[in-house]
């Protein structure tokens, strides 16, 4: 009886393969055999689940914001944190995200740095995912001024500013060996504690 092969599982098996692929040799290096080979097999077994390596890269992209933009809705959501607290909490788990998904987020930082690899025709937009999740910061922050718990800072370049630890959380983990999350995760506990009012 032959296997049955769940479409959407190894479609998510495919672009997880291509992410070291993508991330060693670069997009424009890269092709279907590189990536059929790391999969174990067929370049034609490929074209079963993508037409070619920009459908996969789109979707690694795409599968990565979906999953931030999930983890900050959960965050935002929770009825029983108080604004303080999700800003900690989201910090943490954005950071936490960026070491632990090191490739994929060095792929977003790549397409940061060179939009004109952004496929014009897919709901891909880098640049408007970060915006959205910076957004989402200063709107906690927002809301942390307005409760009383966070001092009187301006939300907008706040948010910046903690943002862009994610972002060098990313680059430092990607270029030392001896980067560590838990402390980066303290040194982040210790400049929101800063920020509390």
């Given amino acids: 009886m032959p ?3 769940d479409y959407d599982e190894r479609r998510s098996e495919i672009a997880a393969k291509a992410v070291a692929v993508f991330v060693r040799e670069g997009f424009h290096e890269s092709n279907l055999s590189k990536i059929a080979d790391l999969c174990g097999f067929g370049r034609t077994t490929i074209y079963k689940y993508f037409k070619n390596k920009e459908e996969i890269f789109v979707y690694t992209i795409e599968d990565v914001f979906g999953r931030l933009d999930r983890l900050t809705s959960s965050v935002i959501d929770d009825r029983e944190l108080r604004p303080a ?3 900690e909490k989201l910090l943490g788990l954005l950071v936490r995200k960026a070491v632990e998904e090191k490739d994929r987020m060095v792929l977003i ?3 940061l740095l060179h939009p004109d690899r952004e496929d014009k025709s897919s709901r891909l937009n880098a640049s408007e995912q970060v915006l959205k999740l910076r957004a989402a910061i200063e ?3 927002s809301e942390g001024i307005e409760a009383g718990e966070l ?3 301006n939300p907008e370049a706040m948010a910046f500013t ?3 630890l994610v972002e ?3 680059m430092h983990n990607s270029l030392y060996s001896h980067f560590s999350l838990e402390e980066t995760l303290e040194a982040a506990k210790a400049l929101l ?3 509390r009012a």
């Fill in 3 to 5: 296997k049955i092969v």
């Fill in 85 to 87: 607290d999700k800003l």
């Fill in 109 to 111: 930082l790549d397409l």
């Fill in 139 to 141: 709107r906690i922050i």
């Fill in 151 to 153: 001092k009187r800072v």
């Fill in 162 to 164: 903690l943002f862009s």
């Fill in 168 to 170: 060098s959380s990313t």
């Fill in 193 to 195: 504690t800063g920020l």
